[in-house]
């Protein structure tokens, strides 16, 4: 069937839940709709890591009706969306403009082709399984995973692999572990992984890439290994969920002209993460 109509905002909700079940997201989570009037036509889609003024911007640009970003905005309780704060203004513009926005955040690592498969994936791990399967879901859900390289490559090697295929930030990437030791097995969580050492060790991984590792909690993770595995590699959170919108933009994209609808979905080209440079020795 060619596409030859636009979709409905709620024709778009529904194909979202349908990709990435809302039932997949922590209990601590905000995911879903935001802002938008269900019977509104959805012709652009804009997907980002975050919603900010400058992402807001950018997808108004290129015309869209709908931004679909990982983080939640409202993440946390607000007692004014007054458009003198960041999170109001961006806001009112939305809804000024008439761009909807919709969040999928931890439903969007758990599900089947979510963040941390994409990542895993680009690292050379085809076949993996979650770190944490989702409670309720299919074994295939769950938060982060863990899988095997096709071969045992040096750890130095495969953190020049990493860098190679995330966006270029400041903060590069961070490793704690000897750079000749020979790796195979991947762990990996998208985000803020630290959260998830148990696991990892459970998974009897050789590396664990992730993001925003703190120090007492890598410090210790190190002393436990005694300096051997699992070996670290830490990331920015960005650059860790930038590498799924490409792959989410296409899902839904196809989704969509499945049921014989006519959208155009694009990636913003903002770079959200905040930090501007970095002095190293």
Known sequence: MSPTRRP??????SVVEELWPAALAEGWDAVGPVTGRPEQEIGTVVFAVDPVQAVVDDALERGAELLITHHPLLLR????LAADSFKG???HTLIERGCALLTAHTNGDSAVGGVSDVLIRSLGVEDSVPLTPSAGGLAEEGIGRVGDLPRAVSLGEFAERVYSVLPSVAGGVRVAGDASALVRRVAVCGGAGDSLFDEVRASEADVYVTADLRHHPASEAR??????RPYLVDVSHFASEWLWLGAAAGTLHRALEDRGFDVQVAVSSVNTDPWDFILTP
């Open 89 to 91: 203004r961006v806001l």
């Open 223 to 228: 002393e436990a290994a005694r300096g051997g």
């Open 8 to 13: 409905t905002l709620a024709q778009v909700w």
């Open 77 to 80: 309780g607000v007692n004014s």
